[in-house]
């Protein structure tokens, strides 16, 4: 049973339905108090978490703009509910992916690749050109890490990424 169900049971029972129990003004009482206190708890909640509460609001500006939608359309509501469901690994390990591809993208801009458009896809003498190039830029050992997707470790991103957290909800 939810809060809310164990709430509305608790005001039916004792403010609604007076036949098949007695119910005396401490009870009342007992109840309005349990009441309040968990009203409380949910408004403190909201303020305890102010910095989830930002970035649930600017995410789903985020998450609006993209689907081009509304605060009405459930859409960008359910993405966002499904992005904070999982697993904060699970989060890391695709940030780490962005910016090993990132990197991987960096490299072939340089090496003449126009857009993401992969080497493969050129005309043969533009094509000779960039693998010229990249086979340059591959010598250089940090090139060759970020080509083949090395450059960001899971290990170490986790680490920094709870550092990070831990800083803003301390307050810092």
Known sequence: MTIEKAIQRIEWRF????????VNE?????VSTLLNFIENQRKGRLIGNEHF???YVAHLNCLIKHYQ???IDPIPIKKLHYIISRPLDLGIHELVDTQNSLEQYK???RCGCKG??????????????IMENLQNLLEVDGNRKKFFGQSWEFGKVKEGIEKQIKYVLDGK
């Open 69 to 71: 939608t509304s605060l």
């Open 116 to 129: 993401i458009t992969h080497p493969n896809t050129q005309e043969s003498l533009e094509k000779g050109k």
């Open 53 to 55: 509460s930002k970035l």
């Open 26 to 30: 401490n009870d009342i009482q007992a």
């Open 15 to 22: 403010f609604t339905s007076f036949k098949n129990i007695y």
């Open 107 to 109: 490299i072939l801009e």
